[in-house]
């Protein structure tokens, strides 16, 4: 069994995804909140001059930034690449062994609730991933491979992860969902406690995960303009399935333009602001079920 030393509670990535800036502030103004016998846990701020100006980032996405050849590098100067090199100082102290664990807070314009991402098909991220939707039925989890390559501060860590929760406008605090993300941290830190102690909760026999599949683009023109909005049908309509021939997206003359899979597939990430620049109008996903893991 994996032994939790230390682990890392990161809010405020995104300057302007509030719920995990304010919960850090908590966490550090009362520490014993996150307090556990068995382990030791860090606070941090993400992107501390992002978040003094209330934008996602200065010069580039932080949340991209933790390549291992980015973190190598002595040419890249921009804000956010020096912070993730202090960050993984922080994370990896002189001396000491890298941080086990990485919560990275989060939200999204998207209606996804309370969603854990997860990198990895570790099971002890599995077990997590049970025991907190068995808890909460509200929680979902979503999967999606990715190495250090994707620059992902949850990639630093074998059992890094992120919670993801929304509808939420950037740049606002949502009170109900900064309770439940309270609570959703509350309850990983107790299942890694457990774990520590050898009282592990009895797992569900099955977990039910979104696995990634793609993404999908607006319409754009030869300019690179958008031609067409989500689909009013579609809209907030996250974890729900998107049939073929279904609508996704309307253009601004009024026509409806359907989805072309060939099966059934349950987007996500629709309409999430911050992914306009990133040329991304949702994640598609396949619904599975695990039983053995």
């Not at 002189?94 to 990895?120: K, R, Y």
């Not at 830190?189 to 990634?212: A, H, M, R, V, W």
């Amino acid at each position: 069994m994996t032994k939790i030393n230390r682990a890392a509670i990161v809010g405020g990535s995104h300057g302007n995804e509030l719920i995990g800036v304010y919960l850090v502030k908590k966490f550090q103004q009362y520490p014993n909140l996150i307090k556990r016998s068995s382990f030791e846990t860090l606070v941090l701020f993400g992107n501390p001059k992002a978040i003094e100006k209330g934008r996602r980032y200065i010069d580039k996405d932080l949340n991209r930034c933790f390549t291992n050849q980015g973190l190598q590098s002595s040419s890249l100067s921009s804000y956010e690449d020096i912070r993730a090199k202090e960050i993984q100082q922080i994370l990896h102290p002189q001396n000491q062994p890298f941080v086990d664990v990485i919560v990275d807070l989060h939200t999204t314009t998207a209606n996804m609730g309370l969603s854990l991402l997860l990198s990895n098909m570790h099971p002890l991220l599995l077990q997590l991933a049970a025991h907190l939707s068995s808890i909460n039925p509200l929680v979902k989890v979503y999967f999606h491979q990715q190495t250090r390559r994707s620059g992902f501060l949850r990639s630093m860590c074998e059992l890094g992860f992120v919670i993801e929760v929304g509808a939420v406008p950037q740049g606002v605090l949502d009170a109900e969902l900064f309770q439940q993300t309270e609570q959703l941290i509350y309850a990983v830190l107790d299942y890694f406690e457990g774990c520590n102690l050898g009282k592990i909760p009895q797992k569900n026999s099955t977990l039910t995960i979104y696995q990634y599949t793609g993404v999908i683009d607006y319409p754009r023109n030869e300019r690179g303009e958008i031609q067409a909005m989500i689909h009013p049908q579609l809209q907030f309509r996250d974890y729900e399935p998107l049939n073929p021939g279904d609508p996704i997206f309307l253009t601004f003359e009024g026509k409806d333009i359907l989805y072309e899979g060939v099966s059934t597939v349950y987007p996500i990430f629709i309409n999430e602001a911050a992914y306009y620049e990133k040329g991304i109008a949702m994640h598609l996903t396949q619904k599975q079920l695990l039983d053995d893991y």
